[in-house]
């Protein structure tokens, strides 16, 4: 008879413990935030490989996992919650070198960013830099995989950006 009780009773239990300890729709909002504002993120002199896309793309998927994970409203100046920065790292460089034609089998793409993370305009959280990759096979032509990666990418630092800011991690 007492196990026919015990695992209903469980059950809620656990229900209880995890709304309070987790939130489904995101992070923790400081007190009082209604609205984020996250500009622009250029491409910095430090990183001249990188193309239009790595900046709107990254810009866009910031935008995205913000949106998605929070219930805060988007706005274009004066947000309770603040992120600027830039890409200060886009770099393609050789790994897994063949042995047999001294040739890279595979390449990595690196993409780093810088953030400001602010409470108001003058309130700095802090500054960061974040930095994920990608590898690719080499003889696949750039060009035609640079959006695939890059999406890959973002997801990846878009998310350390939301932890280490509003996840509660």
Known sequence: MRVKYFLPTSLIFISIACSISYSFNGGKVP????????????VSNSAPLASGLSSQSFTEALRDVFLSQTKLDIVSQNGDIVFNGEIVTYNIAPIN?????????????????????????????????????????????????EEQ???????QITQDIFNASLGDW
Request: aromatic share 14%; proline share 0%.
């Open 31 to 42: 007190n009082g935030a209604k609205t984020i504002q996250i500009d622009y993120f250029q």
């Open 97 to 145: 070198i063949s042995a047999a034609s001294e040739t890279a089998a595979q390449n990595r793409l690196t993409l780093g960013v810088a953030v400001n993370y602010y409470i108001g305009a003058d309130s700095l959280v802090f500054d960061r830099q974040f930095k994920r990759f990608a590898d690719y096979e080499s003889t696949l032509d750039f060009s035609t995989i």
């Open 149 to 155: 990666l890059l999406a890959e990418i973002n997801d």
